[in-house]
């Protein structure tokens, strides 16, 4: 189900047009974010990867796993603690163990989806149960954890895959322990979720250009209306959580504020420092947009002041990096193809990633699916597809600079290649009338 818009017009996808965004309520007159698809689709990517593997089902513990195949959400405080789980059978419908008692009736009144009509006693599918929780219970976690893993196996032989090879994408000793004494073969069931949730659906795309719309009215917020002298790291980190969930958001993931020497080396926190006439901020944005997915990018301003020459030269090598490396997210090049376009950095001295000269998938968690670095990618590339979608990040970490330059940018891999979803604009008097060949942000003059 679900209906085909008309792009006669439009000339292209709506879901490939970054100024063509979504409200996000439903109405009766405009076909917007179908989420009975969103939902649908996910469940197949799921399905489709687990016959790739050869899984006869998942068990998932971490939060945006079960998310993503049961549409269940009850606060980002449950996302990575077991307390919960689901299991998807090969052939058969999701399972979601939910924590007891309010939690478990909230799930049955906001989940139809999964107690649709079916084949149990009651004349209802028994698609959400209670968990067993393990964690935390002292002496007794061997034995909540051998219940845990009871429950997890009547689903399966409900399905008749108890025999089968069974995914699973977080363990902890106890519930190891558990799964081994039961007699599963239990193997790693993150490829087949990362690969499931690496391409996007329509609907999530959709999701992640309304998180980007969020995302660039903040930073709009901090240019124009909050950077002065005499505010604080914190202000501006506080200001944009306001403002943030105002529009929709979830929740904050983190605000990163770093200004003066907080940038140099980059301190990816905010403090209570004052800003200064003449600091250098940079602002890197986490958050969580409506319906669970993410904005995650950064923008590099000055405080009441012009960039000096320095200051601009810093600024353009950050930004021809960036945007050389997204010159390889195309479909058909490799992760490869990106990172060879970033300069040396500690990822190359040290042989592991920085998180500062890297690119990395997004969606309903801020790191998902696949990373992209020096330090392994140049010898171990991957492909890149339609519709993953990127945070694509650098920085110049040059030693003995007084303050330097860090940007971000979200990205959509389209049939023809990179579309840049975060539509802020950069410092005009380091980027407008930049000659500099290839790929440039949306806002640039040319």
């Known amino acids: 189900m679900g209906y085909e818009l008309d792009h006669s017009f439009l000339g292209k996808p709506h879901h490939l047009l970054p100024r063509r965004v979504h409200a996000s309520p439903g109405v009766d007159w405009q076909y917007r974010i179908d989420y009975d698809r969103l939902r649908r689709q996910r469940l197949e990517r799921a399905r489709q990867q687990m016959e790739v593997f050869d899984l006869g089902a998942l068990v998932l513990f971490a939060g945006a796993n079960i998310r993503y195949i049961t549409g269940s959400y009850q606060g980002n405080w449950k996302y990575n603690i077991n307390i919960r789980y689901a299991v998807l059978p090969r052939g058969g419908e999701p399972v979601l163990f939910e924590t007891a008692g309010s939690d478990l009736h909230c799930a049955r009144i906001d989940l139809p989806w999964l107690v649709e009509p079916g084949k149990s006693g009651s004349g209802r599918r028994e698609g959400i149960r209670p968990a067993m929780t393990w964690q935390w219970a002292e002496g007794a976690v061997p034995m909540m954890a051998d219940k845990m893993v009871a429950s997890v196996v009547d689903v399966l032989r409900e399905n008749g895959v108890e025999k089968e090879k ?169 992760t490869a193809d990106v990172v060879s376009r970033f300069p040396e950095y500690d990822d190359d001295k040290y042989g592991t990633v920085t998180l500062q000269q890297f690119a990395h998938s997004i969606g309903i968690t801020l790191y998902e699916g696949m990373w992209m670095s020096r330090a392994y990618s140049l010898a171990h590339p991957a492909e890149i597809k339609e519709n993953m979608y990127f945070a694509i990040e650098t920085f110049a970490g040059h030693p003995e600079l007084e303050q330097t330059v860090r940007l971000e940018e979200n990205v959509l891999v389209g049939p023809d290649g990179p579309i840049v979803f975060t539509l802020m604009e950069h410092m005009e008097e380091a980027i407008s009338g930049y000659n500099r060949p290839g790929l440039h942000h949306p806002s640039v003059a040319r």
Request: glycine residues 8%.
């Open 166 to 334: 069974i995914g699973i994408d977080n363990l902890d000793m106890p519930s190891l322990d558990a799964f081994q004494k039961a007699g599963l073969k239990i193997v790693n069931g993150w490829p087949a979720m990362s690969a499931a949730r690496v391409i996007k659906t329509i609907d999530e795309v959709e999701l992640l250009k309304l998180a980007s719309t969020i995302g660039d009215a903040a930073m709009w917020k901090i240019k124009y209306e909050w950077l002065k002298p005499g505010v604080t790291e914190r202000e501006i980190e506080a200001k944009v959580h306001e403002f943030m969930l105002s529009r929709g958001c979830e929740i904050i993931y983190d605000i990163i504020v770093a200004s003066g020497g907080n940038t140099s080396p980059y301190r990816r926190w905010a403090t209570d420092k004052i800003i200064r006439q003449g600091d250098l901020i940079i602002v890197d944005i986490n958050a969580v947009g409506p319906s669970g997915y993410f904005i995650d990018f950064v923008r590099c301003f000055k405080c009441a002041g012009k960039l000096t020459q320095k200051e601009i030269d810093l600024y353009r090598e950050v930004y021809d990096s960036m945007y050389a490396g997204m010159e390889g997210l195309k479909p058909g090049k490799t």
